[in-house]
């Protein structure tokens, strides 16, 4: 079997959310001594990059996403560790959540997983998540990003009091912050000094790249 016919199989596991045709293609990479980092970027990556445009033009859904990329990490999974250490691509790291008081997670898991699709390693927190659990997580896992979603108008606040004790502690300078939900709009991110403001999934992955300098 050829290189590229290794790199389709690997484009096409993913885009047919072939779990086992993806380990299998991944394998045989492998065997076939196809460079691992160009296995990953150009049979893996386009691959998942045409998911989430199909996700964006309302072709698949939510369910395909998550399928979609669980087949890429088991793939992912095989030939990083074929990778010198050196060599395995380093993702940036996004800690993600709902506020303190609202329990909404619909809007955020799309985001979330788009990011995922975009390269990102997501730490999702989940839920009524608050202040101080997004600042240790994103300290704990290396984080540039803090995302925060808000679907109540109660719960907002929350958001600028993070960024409020980022500064009084002195680590708003670490840290790019990104807001959205459904009551938030690009005015309030704006007032209470966020960096960036996503109104769905596929505008926070185009925020977030840009903020951290991701092609």
Do not use: C, W
């Not at 997670?105 to 699709?117: P, Q």
């Not at 990003?145 to 980022?166: R, Y």
């Amino acid at each position: 079997m050829s290189e590229e016919e290794i790199l389709g199989n690997l484009r096409n596991s993913v885009l047919t959310y072939d779990l086992d045709g993806a380990k299998k293609a991944a394998e045989e990479a492998i065997k076939a001594n196809v460079d691992p980092l160009k296995a990953i970027e150009r049979g893996l990556a386009p691959a998942i990059r045409e998911v989430g445009e199909r996700f964006h033009r309302y072709e698949i859904f939510l369910p395909h996403v998550i399928i979609a990329a669980d087949v890429m990490a088991a793939a992912m999974q095989i030939l990083e560790a074929a990778l010198p250490r050196d060599k395995v691509p380093k993702r940036k790291a996004i800690v993600i959540g709902t506020v303190e008081g609202d329990i909404h997670e619909i809007g955020k898991n799309v985001v979330a997983m788009m990011l995922k699709v975009a390269g990102f390693d997501v730490y999702d927190l989940g839920v009524d998540v608050k202040v101080s659990s997004f600042i240790d997580k994103a300290q704990a896992h290396g984080a540039e990003v803090i995302a925060m979603s808000s679907l109540m108008t109660t719960s907002m606040p929350n958001m600028g009091d993070l960024i409020e004790d980022l500064r009084s502690t002195n680590q708003r300078e670490k840290f790019r912050v990104v807001v959205g939900g459904g009551p938030v709009t690009q005015g309030y991110a704006e007032k209470i000094g966020s960096d960036g403001f996503g109104r769905d999934g596929d505008e926070a992955v185009k925020v977030v790249k840009k903020l951290v300098g991701v092609q």
